[in-house]
């Protein structure tokens, strides 16, 4: 079954120890990212500790609330980031499916919340249920008007399961066969976004007619949701992130410059940019709310 991470040794004092991350069992392994879940429930928060911030990502993901419910931070500017003062919108449906986002995103839970967010590699939920990623890139939707049935009484049996190991078992004993039945023949042994990216240019340059640069990106937006380009970017964001984390950890202080290099990008403003767009902080701004700062807590069950 799914195997729940222990918690980081490094969390940081005065926050509470409320996220868990589960990976999926090795049979899934090419299909789910893992599986986020937060409670707030019986923890005493300000408003600034309600703000829960994401990342953008390729990734789509299938949320559940088992108690209360979040709300959308709307920012005014695409390039800006939602505070306590940003407008704040219902999200669709008693579960929400979403697709790649290219901007990061922030929620909002007014009372005490319970919340599961099982994420799928896009490619893989394209295989499962026929959605194409892209016609979901940047949206959320009620996910009874997209899914199939047998899905949407899936999503039923776990809202109905008592704890979070008795959820992610009902969920992958229903993934299991359907995924056995539909994955590619050729199998992904890591899931980092960089190797994926890779395999999945593998993939579209022998799968089906068409040889042609613009046949290949073509078949890679419509399998991810996003163009290839994207899906490296995301690699080398990701990859920069754990070389920063260790990093701090053997020095105690982030050399950006030497972080930058050994990622793949061109100087440290580039890192910077790439990072701001990614997660709506500086590297360096970033890391401090990682540290000191509820709202981080998904950044934090990551390390």
Known sequence: MATLVPPSPRHPQGLIPSGELWLPRASLSACLRGTIVRTTVGYSLSDAQRINRFPAT???SLSWWFEGRSEALVADRPDAVPDLHSPREAYPGRWVLAGPQ???????CAEP?????VMFMPDALHQLTGIEPEALTDRMVDAQTVLP??????CEDVQRQ???????????????????????????STQRYGDWAVHLAQ???????GRSLRQLERRIK??????????RGFGKAEQAFFDALAAESLHGAVPWADVAASAGFSDQPHLCRVTRRITGFAPQALFDGICTEEPFWVYRIWT
């Open 113 to 117: 919340t319970h919340a599961m967010m």
């Open 222 to 231: 419509r399998w991810a949701g996003l163009p290839l380009r994207e899906l």
């Open 102 to 108: 290219t901007r990061p995103s922030a929620s909002y």
């Open 162 to 188: 008592l704890d979070n190991a008795a959820r992610m078992d009902c969920l992958e004993s229903f993934l299991e066969p359907c995924w056995q039945a539909c994955r590619p023949t050729q199998r992904l």
């Open 149 to 154: 049935r047998d899905w949407i009484a899936m």
């Open 203 to 209: 993939r579209a340059a022998i799968s089906g007619p």
């Open 58 to 60: 390729p990734l789509c």
